[in-house]
């Protein structure tokens, strides 16, 4: 391991920033970043190895799940919902990025989501019966692909 002190700690994954397209948007928590390489097997007719050959497939992204707190007058989820849903505007696209901070506040990782459209949009679930749990709302992406950089 480096002896640089940059190198000291890993990085916590509890600060972040999001933007959506240019709008900066606070959210509790990102759930769902992920890529996977498909698998696929055939048995060549005529081997003499009794089993399946493998070799890689096609890359599948999963879609994303944004949740944060509703707070009073900020509508800001409803009225994104509202450009793609109300508007009809079902093939709008976005870039989505997604900052990932050190203690000092500044981006060390940046996951930009390309092509990203609207799947899915929860204002909040709602239970007379709990304490003092708060409003959350929830919209999921669906996306072409993500890149990885580094650094701001």
């Known amino acids: 391991m480096s002896s640089d ?86 093939t709008s696209r976005r870039t989505i990025e997604i900052h990932l901070l050190d203690h000092n506040m500044e981006t060390q990782f940046i996951w930009r989501l390309e092509k990203a459209f609207i799947t899915k949009y929860i204002p909040s679930n709602f239970d007379a019966e709990s304490e003092n749990e708060v409003a959350v709302e929830e919209m999921e992406f669906a996306f072409r692909h993500f890149e990885t950089q580094v650094g701001g």
């Open 5 to 90: 002190s940059t190198m000291t700690w890993p990085l916590t994954r509890f600060s972040f920033r999001v933007f959506i397209g240019p709008i900066e948007m606070s959210f509790q928590t990102v759930d769902g970043l992920e890529a996977e390489i498909g698998v696929i097997e055939y048995r060549d007719g005529n081997s003499p190895f009794f089993g399946k050959e493998r070799m890689p497939g096609m890359l599948q992204y999963s879609r994303i799940t944004l949740k944060k707190g509703s707070f009073s007058q900020d509508d800001q989820m409803s009225r994104l919902f509202d450009q793609v849903a109300v508007s009809r505007e079902y």
